[in-house]
C-alpha cells in the first residue's frame, strides 16, 4: 500500500525562488573578479539597458555609419561584415542606405535574435549569424570590407586572441579589402576614467561602477552594479577590456599583415549621449583603417570531395513498442523521405541509408572495408533491434568497428536515459529540478511519500513520453496507485519510476546545433502550447500529444517562450553547462518547466533528440529562419568539425 503524508499543523514551506545573480560586497581586486570569458554572458537585455544611451540611439549610429563612410566610401554593391555586430545597428542602418551585401555576426544569442527580429519587421535584407570572431564562418576572400564598430575590439585575455581575429579578418577580406576598426583610445582612457561613478538609467534602474588598470595597465577593468527599485540587484559583473593607443594598434596591424594602417584622429573623439553621464569607454575613440595586402587564394583545381555518409535508421522490418500499433506507418514513410529530400539538398555530403538491424554488424564491417564510410549520420534514436533501451548499442558498435559517427556517445546516451541520475546532475551543477523520488521495482508494499500533491508519475528510464498520458497525473492515493499500476505494466515491472512534483509553470524546450566551447548554436526557446485543451485536462506533452491524433493533445502547438531576459539567460546558461557535463555532442534538446515562482525546473536531457521534420528541434530552427533541410546539414557539419577539424 501507499502512505500518504501526514497532517502537520505546520503551514507549509513556500518555495523559494531561485536567486541567480551573485552579489559581492566590496572587493580588493576587481581584476581578480573577471572572467576570462566574461563576453559570453554579458551583453543582454541589461547592456542595451545600461549602454542604451550610445549603443541603442539611432541619431548616434546615423552619426557613426556617416563617419565611418567618409573614410571607407563603399559602393553599394560591396559585401560588407559587421564585426562584433551586437544588435545589428550598424547593419541595418547600411541596408536602410541602400547596401545591398550586408552581413552582420556576434557572440551574443541574445543581441543576435534582438537583430533578427528587427530586421525582419523592418523587411531589411542583412544576414545575420551567430558565432566566433576568431573562427569565422566565411569563405576566404569574401568581403571588401570589414568593420568592427562601437569598440568591440579588445574584449579577450589574451592579446593573441585579438591577433587570431585580424588573421581571420584577413582571410575573409578580398585582396585590397579594408578594414576598419572603431575603439577606445586607450591613451585618453588611461589617464581620464573614472574610477568610481553612478548613474540613473531611467526611473527604476539604478547603476554603480569601479573601475580600475589591470596589473600590467594594459587593461581597463570595470565592476557594474544593476540595481532596481523593486526587484534590488539584478546584476553585479565585472568585465575588462583592453586599451590600444595609436601606435599599439598599428603595430598589431602590420603583424597581422595589413599594409598602410591608418589612425583617423578627426573623427569619432567624443560620442554625444542623451544622458550624458558616465560614457566609459564609448567616451573617446579613434577610427583606425588598414587593407589586405594579399594576392587572391588559389583557386580550386576541382570541387571539394563529397564526404561519404551513412544515415543508420530504425529498422521498418521489426516491431517498434513505441509506435502504437508496434509497426511503422504511413507517416513513419513520410517522416523518412521528407529526411531523405532535405539531405538529398546538400552538395558537401553524398549520403546513404542504412536500416536492417539483423544484418548491422556484418553489413559495417564490410561495407567499412569495401566502401569509404567518412562517418555516421546516427539517427538510429528508435535503439538497435527498435529497442529503446538498446539505443546506446548503436554508437558502442561503430565504436568497436571504429567508424566516426554523429550525437552523442554509449555513456552520454546511458545518463540521459535515467532520468534520476540527469537530476543528481543538475544538483551537481547547482541546477533546480522539481521535488521526486524513485520507486524502485522491489518497492511493492510501502512507500515512504515525501511530496505533496499532485505528482506526476513517468518511468525513471525511458523517452518518446512512453507510460506518460494525461492519467500520469495524480492528485490522490488512489490516482498514484492507478499510474503506477499502468507503468508497470505497460513498461515492465522491473522499471523503475519517477514520481516528481507536477509543475504547473510553462513547459519550456531549448535546442542547441553544434559543439563546445564556441561553435555551436542556441536555437530560439519554445514553449507548448495548452490553450487548446479542454477544461480539466492536465496540461502535459505525454504520450498522446506525439501519437494519438484523435486526442484532444493532438492540438497542442509549440510557440516562442515569451520569458523574462533573465529567465531566458538563465536557461541558456544552463543548458550550455549541461551539454558539457553530460557530454553531449553535436546536438541536443533540454526540457524544462516553470514552478510556481516562474523558476525553471529542469525535467530531462535528451542528446540525439527527435529529427524529424515536425518535431521540436525543427520547430525552434524554423523560428530561426533556418530550414529543416538546413537544421539537419548543421548538425552533420558540427559532426564533420568536431570529427575532422576544418
Sequence with gaps: MITSPKPSTTPKKKTKKRDITQVLGPVDSLEYYVKADWWKEIFNANYLRTDGDVVDDPTITQDEIDQFLNVIHPENEAFILDLCCGQGRHSMELAR?????VFGLDRSHYLINRAKKQSKA????VNF???DARKLPYRTDTFDYVIIPGNSFGYFES???DYKVLKEVMRILKPQGKLLLDLTDGDYIRKNYEARSWEWIDKNYFVCRERSLSSDSERLVSREVITHTKKGVIADQFYAERL?????ITQLLKNSGFASPEVHNEVLTATQSQRNQDLGMMARRILVTGVADKKWAPKRSKTKTQRSVMVM???PRIQDKVKPDGTFDEDDFHTINALKEALGESKDFQFSYFDNHKQMLQQLATRKEKEKIDFV?????EGFNNEATKELHVPALLEMLEIPYSGGNPQCLAYCYDKSLVRGVARELDLPVPEAFVIKPEDTTFIDFPIQFPVIVKPNQGDSS???????VCHNILELESALMYVREKMGYETSILVEEYLTGKDISVGIIGNLPDNYTVLPIIEEDYSALPEGLPKICGYEAKWDPQSPYWKIKSIPAELPEETSRFLVASCLKLFGRLGCRDYARFDWRLDSNGTPRLLEANPNPGWCWDGHLAKMAKLADISYAEMLHRIVRAAELRIFGE
Design 97 to 101: 542606405r541602400g547596401f545591398t551585401n
Design 122 to 125: 523592418e523587411g531589411l535584407n
Design 129 to 131: 549569424k551567430e558565432g
Design 159 to 161: 592579446l593573441d586572441d
Design 244 to 248: 590600444y593607443t595609436p601606435q599599439s
Design 313 to 315: 535508421m530504425g529498422d
Design 377 to 381: 549520420f546516427n539517427l538510429c534514436d
Design 466 to 472: 512512453m507510460g506518460i498520458t494525461q492519467n500520469s
